[in-house]
């Protein structure tokens, strides 16, 4: 009987997004039939697999305890993860950037909220004209938005619901974002693999695809490449634990700064890559 893998995908995406579907003959190849699942599908008997690989589960800051107990379903049941349980564990709240500020490497700069503090006040505390406004658990730019000092006490309603629902993050604009677009280095078994740059469309600043952004190969300098490398190691002592890793940042004066780390289900970009699925399938299969 062939050995299945799960790629582990949401409800809207039973069929996985085009991106990741270059794994499944690239797990052929080595004698695995990769099966699109999804995560809090009743039905799915996930006993069934040998191992299971997250790919798109974005809904799964609608329901995080839920997945968190997804995710421990798995490890009671022997199915071989990945990315390892502690990894996904640790990064599905963005606090790990205050973590990982605190050894040194450079954020965004970022105000953590989940007190009474008004947005007014931290961007009169900050001096910040233009900043982002975003929860602390999420993805694909939900409930993320951009405001102007001058609006602020416009929006202050809206900023005190989220921060009733957890813990939000405010950033200055990065007008380096606006201007160059966003880095994203990817990494497979802990080496680089490639890198894209992300861009916004016109009229928008985020850079997802939902939102209408645009993504490209491009080659980054020595020096971004070097600063990508030291955010891989700080968040991952030992980088070969993940299967897949992408560190997403922009450069502003000279410096890399790091806006996330993305262990859990990032976009990993393989249709600007060839040879990248065939590379993850490979260490994959010899990890399993």
Known sequence: MTPRIALVTYGELPQLAEDDRPLIPALARHGYEAVPAVWNDPAVDWSGFTAAVIRSTWDYYHDLPGFLRWVDHLDQTGVRLFNPPAVLRWNVDKRYLDRLEASGIPIVPTRWVADDVSLVEILDER?????????????????????????????????????????????????????????????IGGEFSHSVVKRARAGEFRVQDRHGGTAHAARP????????????????????????????????????????????????????????????????????
């Open 127 to 187: 001096g910040w004209e233009h900043a982002v406004v975003k929860p602390a658990v999420s993805a694909s730019g939900f409930e993320t938005w951009k405001v102007a000092r001058g609006d602020a006490p416009g929006h202050e309603a809206r900023f005190r619901r989220m921060v009733s629902r957890g813990t939000v993050m405010v950033q200055p604009f990065i007008d380096a974002v606006a201007r160059d677009g966003e880095w994203s280095l990817l990494y």
């Open 221 to 288: 300098s020595a020096g971004v490449l070097s600063q990508a490398e030291a955010v891989l190691r700080a968040a991952l002592p030992d980088p070969s634990v993940a299967l897949y890793a992408r560190v997403d940042g922009c450069v502003s004066d000279g410096r890399f700064l790091l806006m996330e780390i993305e262990l859990l289900e990032p976009t990993l970009f393989f249709r600007l890559q060839p040879g990248a699925a065939a590379r993850m399938a490979a260490v994959l299969a010899a990890r399993v």
